[in-house]
């Protein structure tokens, strides 16, 4: 959606090796999750967050309000993470949740 | 909890044949939510619904498209006289309230296949 820029669009990562992904948003958010589309298709819930920072095993987020972005980083990749990372800001509301255009991983042996 | 629940999960229509597609969000759940998911157009937003109400269907294609919620147990979204391009898995959401807890749960999606 045009209220969020995903970064990068593509990556590539050897197993074992780590990065971060980003979402910018062009307007104040109230919330951000972070959803991982897996092989079948399905969006499976990674992180929901209204401020500050989670980590769940090998993944960590963190979310800004007032800088406007969230990350997604990623340690010691493995394969099973391949797979294209979605960010959605939640603004409150009666405004729809927005989706990024998404961030394909690919995480080679 | 099952979580939320879409059938069929496979749906193969002949053009111009109607396709109605159904789910059922997470008991208690007060937001309920309709994507479309394509390779070209990524994950697109159609219409959503809170308390069964109709809130938003900025993204419902204006013909032949049509989304419904008769009970706050089950929504229907259904398309008629199907199109080639209508192909493509379509995704219900549901959240428990759309103002102090807004996490999404996705269903597994209908994957539909317009011949």
């Known amino acids: 959606g045009d209220q969020v820029e995903q970064s990068p669009s593509a990556l590539s990562l050897h197993e074992g090796t780590g990065s971060a992904l980003r979402c910018n948003f062009t307007t104040t958010m109230r919330a951000v999750q972070w959803f991982r589309k897996n092989s079948r298709g399905s969006l499976i819930n990674l992180f929901y967050?209204?401020?500050g920072t989670k980590e769940n095993g090998r993944l960590k987020s963190a979310f800004d309000s007032k800088e406007r972005y969230s990350t997604l980083h990623i340690r010691d990749a493995q394969l099973e993470d391949s797979g294209t990372y979605f960010c959605?800001?939640?603004?409150?509301?009666?405004?729809?949740?927005?989706f990024g255009k998404g961030t394909s991983l690919v995480v080679h042996p | 909890n099952a979580g939320v629940i879409q059938t069929p999960r496979h749906k193969v229509t002949g053009k111009g044949q109607e396709a109605t597609l159904w789910c059922e969000p997470i008991s208690g759940h007060s937001a309920v939510f309709w994507y479309r998911q394509t390779i070209v157009q990524g994950l697109e937003f159609l219409t959503y619904f809170r308390n069964q109400a109709p809130i938003d269907d900025s993204g419902m294609p204006k013909e032949r498209f049509s989304a419904q919620m008769p009970n706050q147990s089950h929504s229907t979204l259904k398309i008629q006289s199907t199109q080639p391009q209508d192909s493509a898995v379509y995704l219900c959401?549901?959240?428990?309230?759309?103002?102090?807890?807004?996490?999404?749960?996705f269903g597994h999606g209908t994957k539909l296949s317009v011949l």
């Open positions: 959401a549901s959240s428990l309230d759309q103002f102090s807890n807004e996490r999404l749960f």
């Open positions: 967050l209204a401020s």
């Open positions: 959605a800001p939640r603004s409150g509301g009666n405004y729809k949740p927005t």
